[in-house]
């Protein structure tokens, strides 16, 4: 095995483990939680749920659902990857909202989602249908414009309509 090899193997394990510690630090959970579970930041996942969990059944703090039991419910954090397990879709739509009333309702409702939605494709959709063949990302105009033709032959977006 040459030098060269060796140093280049070398640099890719060194990186592995700098991207394993950066991802294993990085704060996904807000300190608050920590702090109010009485467990330090390092704690793992399954850690960090068996705290949750003894918090929720705690006498001294209510046991059970609680004030905020609709709202939340102790679940393994594997369950919240896949959104089959944990997400009912309402049945019906109550009302027909525009985009503003969503973002509106959303802004004050769930902050951080609006937060990343801002950022996502799904809030840019016009940026997408003004990209030209020259731009790398071209090949997403022709996806949204399937979708969008999709929608119209099931008869859930109006002829014209974006």
Not at 67 to 84: A, C, L, M, T
Not at 86 to 113: I, L
Request: hydrophobic share 35%; with cysteine; glycine share 6%.
């Amino acid at each position: 095995m040459t030098v060269k090899h060796m140093v280049k193997y070398a640099l890719v394990i060194c990186g592995v483990l700098l991207a394993a510690q950066a991802q294993a630090n990085f704060p996904t959970v807000p300190k608050e939680t920590y702090e109010a579970l009485k467990i330090d930041r390092s704690a793992s996942p399954k850690e960090l749920y068996e705290a949750l969990l003894k918090r929720y059944l705690d006498p001294a703090q209510g046991v059970g659902k609680g004030k905020y039991g609709d709202y939340w419910q102790p679940v393994s954090f594997s369950r919240y990857f896949d959104p089959h397990t944990f997400y009912k879709p309402p049945q019906a739509v109550k009302e027909v909202a525009s985009r503003e009333q969503c973002v509106k309702c959303h802004t004050d409702e769930s902050p951080g989602w609006v937060a990343a939605w801002k950022k996502s494709t799904h809030a840019n959709l016009d940026k997408i249908r003004k990209l030209t063949p020259k731009d790398d990302t071209f090949y997403k105009k022709a996806k949204l414009e399937a979708v969008e033709e999709n929608l119209r032959s099931l008869g859930k977006l109006g002829k014209g309509r974006s």
